[in-house]
T-cell receptor, first 116, second 112 residues
Framework: DGGITQSPKYLFRKEGQNVTLSCEQN?????MYWYRQDPGQGLRLIYYSQIVNDFQKGDIAEGYSVSREKKESFPLTVTSAQKNPTAFYLC???????????????FGQGTRLTVV | KQEVTQIPAALSVPEGENLVLNCSFTDSAIYNLQWFRQDPGKGLTSLLLIQSSQREQTSGRLNASLDKSSGRSTLYIAASQPGDSATYLC???????????FGKGNQVVVIP
């Protein structure tokens, strides 16, 4: 099946730890995105990548890092510098803006991160 | 900066009624607008994508319209069913901004 796979579904982090959330897609999409979802706040963009080996900060990048070494993979690391990491994290992908207008975004099933 | 608003935040309708969900946005220079569905604790499922040159899109019981000049989109769900209970989000992709801007969603409950 084609789609976006996020793992793990649930993740627990101790204070001061770095954790990495996995996102893999087999849709052959160029663009990939990471969002954070908090109750009452909607989705906020953390990082995005339009092409392999390139990525840009979104609106709330502080305390997070990403890499894009392969087209199909876009892992997100939540570092100890992120003061309030408990949230639901969503990964998405799309063809990218090279095809004008036809940039339907598809999402994974999310990872719920909890600080313990 | 593109601002997307969805009102009301929550609504309940009896089964069989038509659902009408509204989305407004402040910058009309958009590539497209997309409607999503989200079930509790799950990811987003794409429902409909309307490109800026289109006025509406239809899929089964779902119909979405787009009035770009007035910055509005409406999602119609005909003959609602309890399985339509979910949160519906709209998002726009704006020229010069390589990211989707999301509304906070309409939480819908269809009462059997």
């Amino acid at each position: 099946d084609g789609g976006i796979t996020q793992s793990p579904k649930y993740l627990f982090r101790k204070e001061g730890q770095n954790v990495t959330l996995s996102c893999e897609q087999n849709l052959n999409h160029d663009a990939m995105y990471w969002y954070r979802q908090d109750p009452g706040q909607g989705l906020r963009l953390i990082y995005y990548s339009q092409i392999v080996n390139d990525f840009q900060k979104g609106d709330i990048a502080e305390g997070y890092s990403v890499s894009r070494e392969k087209k199909e993979s876009f892992p997100l690391t939540v570092t100890s510098a992120q003061k309030n990491p408990t949230a639901f994290y969503l990964c998405a992908s799309s063809i990218g803006l090279g095809v004008s207008g036809n940039t339907e975004a598809f999402f994974g099933q999310g990872t719920r991160l909890t600080v313990v | 900066k593109q601002e997307v608003t969805q009102i009301p935040a929550a609504l309940s309708v009896p089964e069989g009624e038509n659902l009408v969900l509204n989305c407004s946005f402040t910058d009309s220079a958009i590539y497209n607008l997309q409607w999503f569905r989200q079930d509790p604790g799950k990811g987003l499922t794409s429902l409909l994508l309307i490109q800026s040159s289109q006025r509406e899109q239809t899929s089964g019981r779902l119909n979405a319209s787009l009035d770009k000049s007035s910055g509005r989109s409406t999602l119609y769900i005909a003959a609602s069913q309890p399985g339509d209970s979910a949160t519906y989000l709209c998002a726009v992709l704006t020229y010069g901004n390589n990211r989707l801007a999301f509304g906070k969603g309409n939480q819908v409950v269809v009462i059997p």
